[in-house]
């Protein structure tokens, strides 16, 4: 009786040609949607700080107060859990959406 020779194991040039081919289209769908990507634009802290108080109040349930820098000094910011923000009258801040224009 003979020794059995070990099964080699190797990748079958199907196989390489599949994924070829899977990484062409992959590659051809991200060229055609290359253009359509938004460019990133700077992240105004005061706003940043606004969003997670009323993504935070909205999760827990409970009013946030936070306070964000503007005009050379601090002011209050209180998000509440149904959504709606009240704010200083200085900062237009939309009670409803949460967005502040802070005129720097």
Known sequence: MRPRRPVR?????IELLVVLVLLGISA??????LHTA?????I???QASIRAARDSS?????PVTVEVSAFGSLRPVTAYPDGH???DRSLHVDELS????VAR
Do not use: M, N, Q, W
């Open 85 to 87: 923000v009240t704010a």
């Open 98 to 101: 949460g967005v502040a224009e």
């Open 38 to 42: 938004r460019p990133v634009t700077a």
């Open 58 to 62: 909205v999760r827990s349930g409970h």
């Open 28 to 33: 051809g769908v991200v060229g055609l949607t």
């Open 44 to 46: 105004d802290p005061v």
């Open 9 to 13: 194991k190797a990748v079958t040039l």
